[in-house]
Structure formats: C-alpha cells, structure tokens
T-cell receptor, first 115, second 111 residues
Framework: DAGVTQSPTHLIKTRGQQVTLRCSPKSGHDTVSWYQQALGQGPQFIFQYYEEEERQRGNFPDRFSGHQFPNYSSELNVNALLLGDSALYLC??????????????FGDGTRLSIL | GENVEQHPSTLSVQEGDSAVIKCTYSDSASNYFPWYKQELGKRPQLIIDIRSNVGEKKDQRIAVTLNKTAKHFSLHITETQPEDSAVYFCAASRGGNDMRFGAGTRLTVKP
C-alpha cells in the first residue's frame, strides 16, 4: 500500500523563478492538502484540493497556486520565487467522508532552497 | 482564523518519566485535534487524534485529553523512552480541512 509520495525531494531555484512540486496521495485517498514548513516551525496550511477544486486556502499570496488531477494527484506551483519561500513543502492526503474528520497522512516533503 | 499555541517549546525528561505537552486553540468550531511526531529530516507522523465528542483517548503509552470549554488539549506520554525524542506538533481543524499547527515541542528523553 503506497503512502504519500512527493517529487522532487530537493530543489534549488533562484529568485524570480517558478517551481512546480508534485504529490501522489496515499492509495484510496481523494483529498490533498499542501503545507509550508519553515525551519524550526510548524507546518503552515497553504490550500486543500478535493474533486479537482481548491476547497480551502490559508494565508498565502496568489503566487501560490495548485491543481488536482482526475487521479487525485496534485501539483503546487509557486511563481516569482522569493528568498522567504525557502522551506520544506509537505503534501498530506486524506479521504473525504462528509462532515467527519479524517486523518491526514504526510509525504516526505520537497526541500526548496531559493538562492 | 484558527490560532494554535503550544507549550513548552522544549522539554527534557529522564527515561521512564512522563511528558506533557499542552495546546490551546481559538476557534470554538474546531472539532478535530491530531498530534504529530516529526523526527529530524522525516515526515510528520500521526500518533494520536481526538474528536470533539470525546474528552480523552488513550493508545498504549500515549493519551490525549480535550477540554472544549477551556479550548485546550494535551498530549501525555508515560514511561518515556529515548526513541520518543522528536518534535511533537499539535493541530486543530474544523472538519479536518485546514489544519492549523502549533509551533512544536522538542522533546528530549535522556537515558
């Protein structure tokens, strides 16, 4: 049973560039959430995708956008990269089940460094 | 939006002692409270969660308590072992969607 997988594991970019990060959810899951984790801090919610639509969004600028595909995999895109975007980007998947709360399972993350 | 505060930021205990980490939340509509353990360089791993319709949940050496009136919840680890050393995060969410995390507690268990 495959868990949440993310690619790439590491990425180095320069300011102003654009980046795309990818996530495949755990088998059987249909909901994908993205988080940014700066060094020494807790994960910060970016947004969540369900049924190929952004369902909820945290306090992140429009430079952060995403997409979910019919197979439930997801991409996170960040435009006009800033030094402050350097962080570990975590993807978590879960199973939507009406109003009930389903656990989110995390991938290993993509470590993004901006030079 | 939801705001989660977590204390202490660091905690050092002797092997065999108990460890307690406390979190408070601001959104009274939050109804799901998971705890994650993150070892250095690894993914956060769910260790226990509690929903707002119960006040306490236990899984072997780990227990979580929830006080909805006071809007705080706590993680209790008994008989700590060196492998319990990690950073622990609490989180709160409404409907399991946008989870808001605390800043983390670095637990060190000294042999």
């Amino acid at each position: 049973d495959a868990g949440v997988t993310q690619s790439p594991t590491h990425l180095i970019k320069t300011r102003g560039q654009q980046v795309t990060l990818r996530c495949s959810p755990k088998s059987g899951h249909d909901t994908v959430s993205w988080y940014q984790q700066a060094l020494g801090q807790g994960p910060q919610f970016i947004f969540q995708y369900y049924e190929e639509e952004e369902r909820q969004r945290g306090n992140f600028p429009d430079r952060f956008s995403g997409h979910q595909f019919p197979n439930y995999s997801s991409e996170l895109n960040v435009n006009a990269l800033l030094l402050g975007d350097s962080a570990l980007y975590l993807c978590a998947s879960s199973l939507a089940a009406g109003a009930s709360n389903q656990p989110q399972h995390f991938g290993d993350g993509t470590r993004l460094s901006i030079l | 939006g939801e705001n989660v505060e977590q204390h202490p930021s660091t905690l050092s205990v002797q092997e065999g002692d108990s460890a307690v980490i406390k979190c408070t939340y601001s959104d009274s509509a939050s109804n799901y409270f998971p705890w994650y353990k993150q070892e250095l360089g690894k993914r956060p791993q769910l260790i226990i969660d509690i929903r707002s319709n119960v006040g306490e949940k236990k899984d072997q050496r780990i227990a979580v308590t929830l006080n909805k009136t006071a809007k705080h919840f706590s993680l209790h680890i008994t008989e700590t072992q060196p492998e319990d050393s990690a950073v622990y995060f609490c989180a709160a969410s409404r409907g399991g969607n946008d989870m808001r995390f605390g800043a983390g507690t670095r637990l060190t268990v000294k042999p």
